[in-house]
């Protein structure tokens, strides 16, 4: 019997026991160790307190003279490379806005290790696993919150995370401080979610990047304005960067470079569970599921068997391209929790000979991971972002998709032939044309992705026109440059942050096919 075996055997047998013991009651204790529900209610509960307390307390406020003090929350610290390019994006585009010399900014992080060298001049606050109260002390210490996470507001990847931001979110409004959620997305909640969401937000300023999100948090009656991502102003520093990667693992080049993003789509969502974590802790009887703490992601045999069907297929499909164009093959994890995906592309890629590397987010920082996705001829990804940040470099791109995002995106480009869905039973075959396509007839869909990155940026523009607007409301004496803000005759240009040269082209309609 292996190890793993053994563990899972051990965990089961101390849940039956423990259960066995509780007798009737394990229902209830089952109910009330829930720790996503006893998240949302302690967030709750600690923004009624800061509600009534603001009259009393009022907190931190800004005054003429004196830096605005920003608190972003979101997901930074996992080496996810879409997260960090959002957030640095967004902190350029607050300094071009405001003046780097006004704003004081702080951004939580999971695993400030993780983020060293991130987000020059902003200060790190790692977030601790329980974050209910120290979340409600750090929005206390500073004069607004800025939610910068793309999955803002949706159950579908960790409802804590969710929870984390809605909270800030809701407790900012209570002291009557900036509450702005910038550029996220809204889809299904679980219902205590979906309560705090209807309770706290209608008065905060949110702001989503796609028509879909907007209808969804008017289902919740959130009034909300549309936006778009962050990440599209982002261009690689150091575009030498992306080849040298490819060359120090066997790139001649020469060859065309075929990049493959694999993902874990069936392991999703990561949920709390205080009685697997006493397992895990006593017997390591989840360790291919766990994330951290109390965490774990879906697993079991249903889930281990749609993965081995949809890397071998992503596999198969690329090893086939790549052999036909005389493709080198990147393999990218775009976040670190790709790496196990992305090995077994990688090993079966090599089974059929093709030759391949592999680059992975905890071991790359996101300038190499971008510049290495601007040197591909074409791109197959699961990640929504490195289909974003790709875009900007002009790299035809197909998505294979497990959630809404890929899928508006290609609505956008006006290419849905373009994504399919991760667990199509043919997904193997079906990849076949796409993937041609890119390769084959690339100007077109050149085409579709300069004009839908050039109205993102434009919208990205006018989100900076909202977020002034909002600025000046709630601190009319805060010294905003003349120009700014939303008016006849402002341009949404001016609030984007400095581009480069290639990103900026998309705007001038002179960008190469």
Known sequence: MSERNRGEDLGRLGRRLLMSALGKGRDTLKTATDADRLLEKSMAALIETAAARYPIDAGNEWRPGKPLELLLVGYAGTRNTGADVRVEEMIRQFRHLFGDEHLALSITTIDPARTRGYFKNVRQLELPQIFPAWTAKAVHAHHGVVACEGSMFKSKFASALTCLMVGAL????????????????????????????????????????NKESLARLGELGVPAHLGTDTAWTFEPTYPELGPAMLKARGWDGVAPVLVVCPINPFWWPVKADMLKGIEQAITHAHTRDHYQSMYFHKGGPEVEAAQKRYVDAMAAAVGRAAKRYG?????????????????????????????????????????????????????VSSRYHAIVTSMGGGVP?????????????????????????????????????????LFDEPAPIRANMRRVVAENLRMMGTMGQTLVE?????????????????????????HLPPLGPTVRAHLEDRAEP
């Not at 990147?330 to 079966?348: I, K, Q």
């Not at 805060?478 to 005759?489: A, S, T, V, Y």
Request: charged share 25%.
């Open 397 to 437: 791109s197909m998505g294979v998709t497990m959630d809404e995002r890929i899928a508006n995106l290609f609505a956008q480009r006006d290419e849905p032939e373009l994504f399919l869905k991760t667990d199509d039973p043919d997904l193997a075959n079906r990849l076949e044309a796409p993937i041609n396509r």
């Open 470 to 494: 909002a600025v000046r409301q709630r601190h009319p004496a805060f010294p905003i440059r003349d120009g700014l803000g939303d008016f006849p005759g402002s341009d949404p240009l001016a």
């Open 327 to 379: 493709a080198f093959v990147a393999v990218v994890g775009m976040e670190a929790l790709d790496r196990r995906a992305c090995e077994a592309v990688a090993e079966r890629l090599g089974e059929q000979g093709v030759p391949r590397g592999l680059f992975v987010s905890d071991e790359n920082d996101l300038q190499h991971m971008v510049s290495l996705l601007w040197t591909a001829r074409a791109m």
């Open 170 to 209: 809701g407790l900012a409004r209570a002291e009557q401080k900036l509450a702005i959620g910038y550029g996220g997305e809204a889809g299904a909640m679980d219902p205590g979610l979906e309560a705090l969401v209807r309770k706290t937000l209608p008065k905060a300023l949110v702001i989503v990047r």
